[in-house]
């Protein structure tokens, strides 16, 4: 161990055993071993739960002369939100995405998302001017 440093190693040795053996090492270590465990748990924990299931919207259609199906236009864009690459098209291949239905009862719907069944309702209708006016319940 001659050289330019040659009493580094016992330096750095002493030092690092001086930083392992206090306190504030042992208690950063069992915080740091603490918080990476709850995160890699918390995808385990949501799903648990219920929080990363993917969204359930109903679509109270009352406007009926539009030109394309909304069920189907808000479906696609929910899976393109998520999985820009997807083909909405395409089935699902195990993969979980959005549910979009039509509602046939408003308000068997708005109580579908006042008990948590539902995520969201939105009623498309016309207002008085002809214009589409959009309702969200969610």
């Known amino acids: 161990m001659s050289g330019l440093l040659p009493n580094a190693f016992h330096v750095a040795r002493r030092e690092y055993l001086f930083r392992v053996r206090g306190r504030a090492f042992l208690v950063t270590t069992i915080l740091l071993a603490v918080a990476v465990l709850a995160i890699t748990m918390v995808p385990t924990i949501l799903s648990a ?4 299931d993917p969204p359930s919207v109903a679509v109270d259609v009352q406007a009926d002369d539009l030109s394309t199906d909304p069920v ?9 939100g998520t999985d820009p690459e997807a083909d909405p098209t395409e089935p699902a291949g195990g993969e979980e995405r959005p549910r979009v239905m039509r ?19 939105l009623t ?3 207002d008085d001017d002809g214009e589409l006016a959009f309702e ?3």
């Open 72 to 80: 189907v236009a808000i479906q696609s864009a929910l899976i393109l």
């Open 49 to 52: 739960i219920g929080i990363a």
């Open 124 to 126: 498309i209708r016309r």
């Open 103 to 121: 509602a046939d009862d408003p308000a068997e719907a708005a109580e579908g998302v006042r008990d948590g069944e539902l995520d969201a309702l």
């Open 136 to 138: 969200y319940l969610g």
